[in-house]
């Protein structure tokens, strides 16, 4: 492979002979588990897990004839913005050099941006498909919460991550997403599109006349003035394509970047209790003291990035604290729900810049966890109220970074933005 730092394993998974998706390569995440292969999360806390099945997604690429080429770096148990906190090294962006490719899932991204796979799956809790799609310019869709089984995903934050496609266009992307969509019965959060019929490859016809967008001035006027220009740009073609945009009020997406930390954070604290040394996880002794054990595997398995954000999740859902935080965040979920139903009532879809920064120079947001986490502004309201979204190539700068444009849509209207956005990619 290329010297980006795009895989951490590269064990050859391959599927069946025939299939959709036969003669193609999709690259996979390492939170996603795949039977017999490592599946690190990014983690030295799980540098030697072998898991003993696929995950439901893994199965399904397997079943449609792709080959997995291996599982691709990441932020370390999907914390972070940059792929620069996992265990394993950095990844390097290959079409920004010196940049970060995003994150969590910037392997993934990267591994599609390099042209070493035809397309990859991620996972996006807070726009962590998103937004190494934007800084690698390819497209990357979050689905709705529930259209695909989370059943094999190491779990960040349950309520809020979902799995999904990241490819060169945006059809692609639709392809793999029709593949990897359904009910599960091992997931009980997954049910069954309400759209039947067109599967979501035909909707990418690149047909907007007609269309009405809705643009969110609070995910606007904060942007970086080079990336503002550039959706402006890339507004101004669906506009010349049939499309008509207003702009929307969405008071709420202030506080969400709060709400959604909180949130996040409390269920991180909760799903990473397991790895102790002893359920899951690198060994930390035992000298007659199980508390020390304990703390000693936490301390020398996780990084510092994952230990910040358990801490304050912890801290979050204690006692005395529950209410202060943990309650306040869900009611600040609920308004940002609202909010954006209320949007969408009078527009087809909203826009936004995917990220409000061009790609950052590698190793700057390390020094400033709160710059990385304020980053996250325009991606995160949508994991909060359960909705799909895409990010498509909006153009470059003129630096030549990439920018991403984000359209969001009503809930399982995954065709709607396919559409809206196979018009630009």
Not at 47 to 66: H, M, Q
Not at 68 to 96: C, H, L, Q, R
Not at 149 to 175: D, F, H, K, T
Not at 390 to 399: F, H, K, N, R, W
């Amino acid at each position: 492979m290329t010297d980006y730092n795009g895989y951490i394993a590269t064990e050859t998974i391959d599927g069946d002979e025939d299939g959709p998706l036969a003669g193609r390569t999709v690259a996979v995440k390492d939170n996603i588990s795949t039977e017999g292969v490592r599946t690190t999360c990014g983690s030295k806390m799980l540098e030697d897990y072998v898991p003993p099945y696929d995950a439901t997604v893994v199965s399904r690429l397997k079943s449609a004839g792709a080959t997995i080429p291996g599982k691709t770096n990441m932020d370390e148990f999907g914390m972070g913005t940059t792929t620069e906190t996992s265990a394993f090294g950095a990844v390097e962006n290959p079409v920004a050099e010196g940049r970060v490719p995003g994150g969590s899932s910037g392997g993934s991204a990267a591994v599609v941006a390099a042209g070493d796979a035809d397309m990859a799956l991620g996972s996006d809790t807070g726009g962590s498909i998103r937004c190494p799609a934007a800084f690698c310019g390819v497209v990357g869709i979050k689905p709705t919460y529930g259209l695909v089984s989370r059943y094999g995903l190491v779990a960040y934050a349950n309520s809020l991550e979902q799995i999904g496609p990241i490819a060169p266009s945006v059809e692609e992307a639709a392809e793999l997403l029709d593949v990897i969509a359904g009910p599960d019965e091992r997931d009980g959060t997954t049910r069954e599109a309400p759209a039947a019929g067109e599967e979501y490859a035909e909707a990418a016809d690149g047909d907007v006349d007609g269309l009405s967008i809705g643009v969110p001035t609070e995910l606007v006027e904060g942007a970086d003035e080079a990336v503002v220009e550039t959706f402006w740009d890339a507004m101004a073609e669906l506009e010349s394509q049939g499309a008509t945009y207003h702009e929307v009020d969405l008071p709420s997406v202030e506080h969400a970047v709060e709400a959604y930390y909180v949130i996040a954070m409390s269920e991180a604290s909760s799903n990473l209790a397991r790895f102790d040394g002893v359920r899951y996880g690198q060994s930390g002794g035992y000298d007659g003291n199980w508390n020390e054990s304990f703390a000693n595997a936490r301390e020398e398995g996780f990084g510092e990035e994952v230990k910040r954000r358990v801490l304050l999740g912890t801290y979050a859902l204690s006692a005395g604290y529950h209410d202060k935080y943990y309650k306040k965040a869900q009611d600040a979920r609920a308004w940002v729900k609202q909010d954006f139903d209320e949007a969408l009532s009078d527009a087809d879809v909203l826009a936004s810049p995917t990220m409000p920064v061009p790609p950052m120079k590698r190793g700057e947001s390390l020094e400033d966890p709160l710059t990385m986490y304020l980053a996250d502004a325009n991606t995160t309201p949508v994991n909060l109220a359960n909705l799909p979204a895409i990010s498509v190539p909006a153009g470059e700068t003129s630096e030549g970074l990439p920018v991403g444009l984000q359209l969001v849509g009503p809930a399982f209207g995954e065709k709607t933005i396919i559409r809206a956005g196979s018009a630009l990619a």
